[in-house]
């Protein structure tokens, strides 16, 4: 709901399908990722200097996945490394870093 009014937006997509897992010689999971950051200058610190992902996972496999546990690893060092707050608000769908 925040894209309206974004001062810059990146986008990106990441495929697992195919043979891609040289290295490991795991199987693909068959999922894309469309990615996209916004970024605000606000006068309200919440929104100043923030950046917004909206993240799409979608299945490409031709069977149904169920069951799947999803997540994303995001080092986010905020000023020191030695400091940072990390928290969420599962009701409004939300992550943040102080």
Request: with cysteine; proline share 3%; charged share 20%.
């Amino acid at each position: 709901p925040l894209l309206n009014g974004a001062e810059e937006i990146a986008w990106w997509v990441i495929n697992d399908y195919g043979n891609i897992h040289t290295q490991s010689n795991g199987s693909a999971l068959s999922f894309q990722l469309q990615i996209t950051a916004s970024t605000f200058s606000d006068t309200d610190p919440a929104i100043n200097n923030s950046t917004i992902y909206k993240v799409k996972l979608t299945n490409m496999a031709e069977e149904l996945r169920k069951d799947c546990t999803f997540a994303l690893w995001i080092d986010s060092d905020v000023g020191c490394f030695e400091d940072d707050y990390v928290g969420s608000l599962p009701e409004s769908n939300l992550i943040f870093f102080l």
